[in-house]
């Protein structure tokens, strides 16, 4: 049932200009099963970012492997979709091009991939957007279509490093129902960076919290709360609770980072 | 006036085109009143008089053809040469460890210092015109693309490998695509510097072109002629930068601010 093994994984930074190397993650150990989905939590500089871009393979882990589906994580492959923190689409690409990318790079057929295209123009409400220029689109329109471009490739597993992190809280409260709408749906296994602790605990079937710089994983929540989710549990009770918990958790940690400036 | 703030079309126009008509009409008053000797400076209506016999009596027209192919020659040798060149230098880090040094070096030879050897090498024909433009261009155009493909934004590049991009595939559709636009910019500007190029090749060992009359034109005083030739220059500079930038304009329209 594991999907994603991280095994023992860390990060040390060599210093730039003679100076310290930087450790930015110490060594980590994480499990994540098939269909979860797992928000992982922590005060700016902890590593999160750094631990997505190693199970990404955009970068080598200084110890330790990334395995998933048994096979060790060498490179960056459309095997594992990732949303970055920035607005990453491809300027001189339409709404509708950007999100063909991938399937362009596979070699799908002309029709067929049409057909994908609008269906996850669809899925992410774009319809109408789909032959902008990304320059045209609102932030929040730009995250959809970043997401929609990284699932259209069906990856085994999707990859999100703070998506909504830019976005005011009205929009990214209606995209978070829109990414947890879309996971109930179609069941895919998401790890999903953000340090929003309310995010974290609304989207998450498990948040993992890390603690402050040199990162590694403290504590491991799981969330029980029921499916279909919509934005009014945040007030329930079982929601509250867990929420004054990783805030305490957070607190902790975030003071330590305070202290270490 | 704010800072930054655009102008209207209009008004835009009418400033461009009034600042033309402020310096004939300062260069009118300053010929034809008399503050400057004739023989020196042509007032503006000699200056169309003497232009207006190049064309129908001398055959200027094509001199102009012909200075205007030999820039068009010479640059579309260069672009096709420095293109793909500097997009490789920019992609390939070996590459650009193995030629940057010498593409720097040789941008500061000076195009018009080489005319003497290329006109021992090629002789005083028209190979020997493109070389000059050759020269002056290729290395200026493979150093700026070289660059520009060197800062291709990364998060675009580690997007596209997480969406299964190859190697070349980063190339093909993400390297190119993004600094294609910088490209045709780049291409525009040398344009410009071509026309220069072009012309000091035509002043030494040529018997065509608008430089060969603008040197012809010196040792007969007639500077109505050479003013005639040298607004013939800005004019055709003009026109083609104008058509450049509406293409650039056209063909990327996605990187308009
Ligand atoms: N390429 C790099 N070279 C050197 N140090 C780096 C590099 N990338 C990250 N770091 C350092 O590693 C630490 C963790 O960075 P990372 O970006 O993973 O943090 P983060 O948890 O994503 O923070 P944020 O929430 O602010 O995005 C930071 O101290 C950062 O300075
Ligand atoms: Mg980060």
Known sequence: MTKLAIDNVSRTFPGTHGGQPVKALQPTNLAVNANDFITILGPSGCGKSTLLRIVAGLDTPSTGRVLLDGREVTRPGPDRGMVFQSYTLFPWLTVADNIAFGLREKGTPEKERRDIVASYVDLVGLKGFENHWPKQLSGGMQQRTAIARALANDPEILLLDEPFGALDNQTRGLMQELLLGIWEKRKKTVLFVTHDIEEAIFMASRVIVMSARPGRIKSNVVVDLPHPRLYTIKTSAEFSALKARLTEEIRVEAMRTAEAH | ?257
């Open chain 2, 1 to 257: 006036m704010r800072p930054l703030e655009p102008v209207s079309p209009a008004l835009r126009a009418v400033l461009g085109i009034g600042f033309f008509v402020i310096f004939v009409a300062f260069w009118a008053w300053m010929t034809l009143g008399g503050y400057v000797n004739r023989v020196f400076l042509a007032d503006p209506f000699s200056m169309l008089r003497d232009g207006w016999r190049l064309l129908v009596e001398d055959n200027f027209a094509l001199d102009i053809l012909i200075t205007v192919w030999r820039v068009v020659g010479g640059f579309v040798l260069a672009s096709v040469v420095a293109v793909p060149l500097g997009i490789l230098m920019g992609a390939w880090k070996p590459f650009e460890a193995l030629l940057e040094p010498f593409v720097s070096f040789a941008r500061y030879l000076p195009a018009s210092a080489f005319i003497p050897l290329l006109i021992l090498w090629a002789g005083v024909g028209e190979i020997e015109k493109l070389l000059v433009i050759f020269v002056g261009s290729v290395f200026q155009l493979i150093l700026i693309i070289a660059v520009s493909v060197g800062n291709t934004r990364r998060d675009l590049v580690e997007a596209a490998y997480t969406l299964g991009s190859s190697n070349r595939g980063i190339v093909r559709r993400v390297i190119v695509p993004a600094n294609a636009p910088a490209i045709a910019e780049t291409l525009r500007l040398v344009l410009g510097w071509a026309w220069t190029y072009v012309i000091v090749a035509e002043l030494i060992g040529a018997s065509s072109g608008i430089g060969y009359m603008i040197i012809n034109s010196q040792s007969r005083l007639a500077t109505g002629q050479i003013i005639f030739g040298i607004i013939i220059i800005g004019l055709i500079g003009l026109i083609s930068d104008t058509a450049f930038k509406a293409l650039n304009r056209w063909l990327f329209p996605w990187s308009l601010a």
